[in-house]
C-alpha cells in the first residue's frame, strides 16, 4: 500500500523529543485495515518514507484515533525541513 499526503512538520518535547507529520484523517482507515497484519506492538506500523530524495524507514504511531509519522534528524537535515514547513510524504506498508 503507498500513500501519499502533505502534512506539516510538528515537534514534540515529551521525554525524548521528535519530530512528528499528521497522516491525514482519509488516509487513517486504510492504515488501519492493514494495522492487524503488520502492527508489532501498542498498534504501531513499520513504514518505507520519504521526503523528497531522503527515503528512511520508521513506524507510524497511533495517536488520536490516527497516526504521526516520525521524521528523523537525518531527513530533516537532508531536506533542510523546519518546524512549521509543509512536506509531501509518501509511505509504502508492506501488507503481505
Do not use: N
Not at 520508521?58 to 518546524?83: C, M, N, W
Request: glycine content about 12%; charged content about 20%; aromatic content about 12%.
Amino acid at each position: 500500500m503507498e500513500l501519499e499526503f502533505a502534512g506539516e512538520v510538528w515537534f514534540w518535547r515529551g521525554p525524548s523529543p521528535f519530530h512528528f507529520v499528521t497522516v491525514p484523517d482519509q488516509h487513517c482507515g486504510q492504515l488501519a485495515e492493514v494495522a492487524g497484519q503488520v502492527s508489532y506492538g501498542w498498534g504501531m506500523i513499520p513504514v518505507a518514507a520519504r521526503i523528497g530524495d531522503t527515503q528512511w524507514t520508521t513506524s507510524l504511531f497511533p495517536r488520536d484515533g490516527g497516526y504521526v509519522v516520525q521524521v528523523k534528524d537525518k531527513v530533516r537535515r537532508a531536506e533542510g525541513i523546519e518546524v512549521g514547513d509543509v512536506v509531501t510524504v509518501l509511505l509504502i506498508v508492506d501488507a503481505r
